[in-house]
């Protein structure tokens, strides 16, 4: 098992999202979280990967088995597509390099400024990332954002192909990447705080 | 933890990266101090030490809400905090790009600004010292006020604010440094501070600024 969750409730800017939310992650998994805007999808995400306190619960993952990819890019429009991936890869230490330029089918791009790529090019850079480490859960918050159909089923091969290897993912998104093997759909808003009560004033500033 | 630094300075010299914003702002204020003073070289020398010194002092506080605020801003200081690297050592490899792009300039070109201001030859070097040892220190305690106020628009004034009484033992020590020097009185218990000064702010602030980035980032 990769990933567990137990009972676990989160809150964000002092208000509380959900509660009660169970459900483990092993290898070869695929998770997909669901749910209107504001259920909660991209805290759930932050919370695993420890850059948000959660209210209650518990959440186990190893700090070395998950790489985070959330709704920003992370990508230096001042460096080319090489020299920003290279960045990462020396980062995280990978090897892969090649492999995720050809994936992303970024090779033709990789001396061009990020600065001058399209919106979905520049998903596309921001996405070759996961593929420079070996770390098998991937936590990806609307990973589809502005890829093209193409790249949308290049990706959603990506995927496949990742969890084939023994990968697991946890995936905020709102379209079906047709993964059915192993997946397990999770609707947060099965899990939302009924009375969506305010906590204590002082925590809505931490 | 060299690929960030690597990436930092090429950032930083690139288009936008605001290198040499802070040496601009130094050399122009050590270039006009002496016009609103008038040509008296004994005046202009009693005075240098304090110009340059807080020339320097005002060129890095200018920089240092990038430290954090173009990685904040892109997501990329969250990926870096979910990344193998220590966030300790991110914020320490952050600190000093700044200084060797912001710092270093300064205390490169400080003793030829010194002779504009009518310093010896033989007293140009204290100045240079007591900026070397020093400078690092604006840096690094920058940082973590540019963690405190990362996230916040326009948090240049509340960012000053924060660091410049921070600043204030690096600034009477080492300008105590570089004027007692130049009088050939003992400096050395100074030198002794403005040392311990820099190496404290190394080797305790990371931690604090580590510990406010991720509070920040929630």
Not at chain 1, 43 to 71: C, E
Not at chain 2, 46 to 75: E, H, M, N, P, T
Request: hydrophobic content about 50%; proline content about 3%.
């Amino acid at each position: 098992m990769l990933l567990s969750i137990d009972n676990l409730s989160v809150s964000r800017g002092g208000k509380s999202l959900f509660e009660g939310l169970n459900f483990t992650v092993s290898s070869g998994q695929f998770v997909s979280i669901n749910g209107g805007n504001g259920v909660g999808k991209t805290t759930l995400l932050r919370s695993i990967a420890g850059l948000q306190p959660i209210d209650k619960g518990k959440i186990v993952v190893h700090a070395d088995n998950f790489i985070f990819a959330g709704d920003a890019n992370g990508v230096k429009t001042a460096l080319t597509v090489l020299e920003n991936l290279r960045f990462w890869n020396a980062i995280f230490g990978g090897n892969n390099l090649h492999e995720a330029l050809e994936k992303f089918h970024l090779r033709k791009l990789k001396n061009r400024f990020a600065g001058k790529l399209s919106a979905g090019q520049k998903r596309r850079l921001s996405l070759a990332r996961l593929l420079l480490t070996d770390r098998p859960i991937w936590l990806l918050d609307e990973p589809t954002v502005s890829l093209d159909k193409t790249s949308k089923e290049a990706f959603s091969e990506i995927l496949k192909n990742h969890l084939e290897s023994g990968g697991a993912a946890v995936v905020a998104t709102h379209i079906d990447l047709g993964l059915t093997l192993g997946s397990l759909n999770i609707n947060l808003e099965d899990y939302q705080t009924k009375s969506g009560n305010i906590n204590s004033s002082a925590k809505a500033f931490l | 933890m060299i690929a960030l630094l690597h990436r930092d300075l090429i950032l930083a010299v690139r288009a936008g990266g605001g290198f040499g914003l802070g040496m601009a702002f130094f050399l122009i204020v050590v270039i006009l101090v002496p016009l609103g003073i008038g040509p008296d070289m004994v005046i202009l020398s009693k005075v240098s030490v304090g110009v340059l010194w807080v020339g320097a002092l005002l060129a890095c506080v200018l920089s240092l809400d990038r430290i954090f605020s173009l990685d904040y801003d892109d997501g990329t200081l969250e990926l870096l905090l979910t990344s193998p690297i220590p966030l300790e050592a991110v914020v320490t490899v952050k600190a000093f790009s700044h200084w060797v792009t912001t710092g270093l300039p300064l205390v490169i070109i400080s003793p030829v600004l010194g002779l504009l201001l009518g310093l010896q030859v033989s007293d140009i070097k204290w100045v240079f010292i007591s900026l070397l040892l020093g400078t690092p220190a604006f840096s690094v305690i920058g940082a973590f006020g540019a963690a405190l106020t990362v996230g916040i628009r326009r948090g240049g004034l509340l960012l000053s604010l924060l660091v410049l009484p921070l600043y204030i033992p690096t600034l009477i020590f080492g300008a105590n440094v570089a004027s007692k020097g130049l009088s050939d009185i003992s400096n050395s218990s100074s030198l002794l501070i403005l040392t311990a000064v820099t190496l404290a702010a190394f080797s305790i602030l990371p931690f604090a600024t580590a510990l406010v980035l991720r509070i920040n980032l929630r």
